[in-house]
């Protein structure tokens, strides 16, 4: 009989409602851009991220706690915030003990679902800290779910290849019996050692890159280990989790 605990990947936000997420870790994966700039302000010092689903929230409570209100909509900067949502922006002479309130297209979105879902244990990962990730993964001991945001509820593949990039490291601790996990961890493996020159084939690198030439943010949301700290998020704020 496996009593290792399971892991399974939802491909969507539309597809997490599938899923039970009570006593499992729920890692929320947006690779271009969101938990890529939650953990470059974490890591350069911010107090905490606050995640939010819509632009007058953020501006809200911003106001009230003197924080940053930063965001973006159809991956441009969001109207009526001064801040963006690269994580190029969030160096630690700008972030460091600040309160970054943050609202995404797609990240925050995905994390206000789970929350609704009832999970109870989230983090947030991406490239930049997938050792603090996979590291938490493996002292829960608890169930997982690979959390992906895609774009608008579609499927994508840099965040595909990030729950590959996880699954590949801890594969031997969990029973996967799941599809998207399979395809993810051989995505991954099949492309890992030229990350950049493949993503060149995304849809939103396409984006990103020739609409508005976030290159930079790119080759820094594919570096593993850049910003490796694990975002956990507790009443309402994501925090640095010391232990991961």
Not at 186 to 210: G, I, P, S, W
């Amino acid at each position: 009989m496996n009593d290792q605990p399971t892991l399974y990947t939802s491909l969507s936000p539309a597809l997490i409602h599938l899923y039970d997420l009570k006593d499992t870790v729920v890692v929320i994966i947006d690779v271009f851009r969101a938990t890529s700039t939650i953990a470059a302000a974490l890591y350069n010092g911010a107090r905490s991220v606050i995640p939010v689903d819509s632009i007058p929230q953020a501006i809200k409570i911003s106001q009230e706690i003197n924080g940053i209100a930063a965001g973006e909509r159809d991956g441009k900067l969001a109207e009526g915030l001064r801040h963006g949502n690269s994580p190029m922006e969030y160096k630690r002479a700008f972030i460091e003990d600040q309160t970054l309130v943050l609202t995404t297209t797609n990240g925050t979105r995905l994390l206000h679902m789970a929350l609704e879902l009832g999970a109870d244990d989230i983090v947030t990962g991406s490239f930049p800290n997938l050792s603090s990730v996979c590291n938490y993964l493996l002292q829960q001991k608890k169930n997982v779910i690979l959390a992906c945001a895609g774009w608008k509820d579609k499927f994508n593949l840099e965040d595909t290849l990030f729950a590959g990039a996880v699954i590949s490291r801890v594969k031997e601790h969990f029973s996967i019996h799941c599809d998207a996990s399979f395809m993810a961890q051989y995505m991954y493996e099949q492309n890992k050692d030229n990350l950049l020159d493949f993503a060149k084939n995304l849809t939103h690198y396409h984006r990103l890159v020739n609409r508005f030439g976030y290159i930079d943010d790119i080759d820094f949301c594919l570096k593993a280990d850049s910003a490796d700290v694990l975002p956990l998020y507790k009443g309402g704020h994501l925090v640095v989790e010391k232990n991961a």
